[in-house]
C-alpha cells in the first residue's frame, strides 16, 4: 500500500514567523491522518518549521538544493547542508527551476543522487509543456524525464522517492489536467519505472499529481488509481486550505 502524500511547495513566500505560525494552526488538525503532510518552504525557515514540526506527523521539505558536496557555488546549498537541518524531502527539478535557473535532466538526476546519499527524499518533477501536449508528445517528453532523472539509481533508492507529475500549463495557470488525463500520464510513469526496474518498484513508487490543486478538486485527484498524492503551490499557502487538501 502506498502512503498518500500531500506537499505544499511554498515557493518565495511567507516569513519565518508567518511559516511557524502556520505550523501551529495546522498541526492539531493533520494528526491521525492516513495522509503524509508535507511542506516545502524557502530555505530561511526550514530549521524554525523542522522545529514546529517536531513531534507531529507534518514533514518538511526544501525547494532545490545543489548537486556538490561543497565548493566555490556562490549562492547555492549543499545536501550535507539540508541533511544537517534534518530535512525530510527536497523538490527536484520543479519546471520553474527548469525553466529559469537551467535545471536540466542531468543535473536533476545527480542531485537526486546526491539527496538519497545524504538521506533526504527527493521529490522529483516532471511535466510537459502546453505545445508539447498539443503536438502529442507528453508521453515521449515525460518518459525520457523520467528515465533520466533516474538513471543509476538501485530499485531501493527508486521505490524510496516521489515523482511529481506537474504538466508545466497546469501549474499557478487554473486550468487542472482532469484527474483523468492526470492519471492516465502517471500510470504511463509507473510503466517507465517497471521497465527500468521492476514490477514491485513501479507498486511502491509514490507518484504526485501538480498543478493547480486546490480543496475543491483534491478529492477527484485522489481518487484516481495511480494518483498518490498531490504537490500543491498556491492552495498551500492558507492554513485552512491546506487542512482541507490534507484531510481531503
Ligand atoms: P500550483 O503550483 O498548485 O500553484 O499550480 C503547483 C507547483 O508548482 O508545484
Redesign the pocket.
Known sequence: MRKPIIAG?W?MHKSIAEGVDFVAKVKDALQGTEVEPVICAPFTMLKDLKQAAAGTNIRIGAQNMHYEESGAFTGEIAPSMLAELKVDYV?IG???RRQYYNETDETVNRKAKQALAHGIIPII?VGESLKQREEGSTKEIVGNQTKKALEGLSGTEVKSLVI?Y?PIW?????KTATAAQANEVIAYIREVVKELCSEEVSEEIRIQY?????PSNVEEIMNESDIDGA??????LQPEDFVSLVNF
Open positions: 511547495n515557493k523538490i520543479h519546471s520553474e518533477c511529481a506537474e497546469a501549474i499557478g495557470t487554473g501538480g498543478g493547480s490543486v486546490k504537490l500543491v503551490g498556491g492552495a498551500s
